[in-house]
């Protein structure tokens, strides 16, 4: 659109001429590359100066559009938006709408009057109606200008974020409907609902439980004198 705006035609939009930078971590941008066969226009219409020669039919052909491929000197901006429609099909479809393997095969079935034969996943997406006017071989029947194209594509992604959002609300709603409510009830004897809650107890009773005997220390010294009845503890022995 910029060239546009300076009366320049690219004419050789393809994939391999369009990247992607990355002004900054969160942004994404689309540019076009390689202007060598750009030439300057004017209201449509060629001017004497141009920037590569004119009369050929210079460009690559499974994305040229049909002025160009007929040879017509009068290629503007739409011959732009031609191609630009044959790449965004392919981002779409995933393959070239054009797919004759010899070029001359290409040239004709750009130059003819009949229309490309999309496939059914292009003509499906929100694009569909964009690209199919994009790539018509009537110029008056493609989109005004690169500016209107972009225009249009922009509405069908913002309406498709819309949808999304949309969707997003209507999930969390249906999730938020299907949620148990809790409802405070002030009859209910919380203390008796809480005892029938808790985990039973071990059905071993108390007096089946087993203990430990432990021995009061008297009663360990009286079997220890018993030992030696009348006489000594064994300590008193060692010191006589």
Not at 19 to 30: H, I, M, N, R, T
Not at 84 to 112: F, H, K, N, T, Y
Not at 115 to 133: C, K, Q, Y
Request: with cysteine; aromatic share 4%; hydrophobic share 40%.
């Amino acid at each position: 659109m910029a060239a546009h705006a300076l009366c320049i035609v690219h004419r050789d939009i393809k994939p391999a001429n369009v990247v992607l930078a990355f002004p900054s971590d969160d942004e994404e941008v689309a540019r076009v590359l390689d202007f060598g066969l750009a030439k300057a226009f004017a209201g449509g219409a060629e001017e004497t100066t141009t920037l590569t020669k004119t009369g050929y039919r210079l460009g690559t052909p499974r994305y040229m559009s049909p002025e160009m491929a007929r040879g017509e000197k009068d290629v503007g901006e739409l011959g732009d938006v031609y191609s630009l429609g044959l790449v965004l099909a392919e981002m779409i479809g995933g393959r070239p709408v054009v797919r004759d393997e010899a070029q001359m095969q290409i040239l004709m079935r750009q130059a003819s009057k009949h229309e490309l034969a999309l496939d059914d996943a292009v003509l499906g997406s929100p694009f569909g109606d964009i690209v199919t006017r994009s790539i018509a071989k009537r110029r008056e029947d493609r989109p005004a200008s690169a500016r209107a194209m972009y225009d249009e594509i922009t509405g069908v992604l913002e309406a498709h974020e819309r949808a999304l959002e949309e969707a997003a609300r209507a999930a969390r709603e249906a999730a938020m409907a299907e949620a148990p409510t809790m409802v405070y009830r002030p009859e209910i004897d919380i203390e008796r609902l809480i005892t029938q809650r808790m985990p039973p107890r071990s059905a071993q009773s108390d007096d089946q439980a087993p203990t430990t005997r432990v021995e009061p220390i008297r009663s360990i010294q009286a079997q220890g004198t018993a030992h030696h009845p009348g006489g000594p503890t064994p300590a008193q022995g060692q010191h006589d």
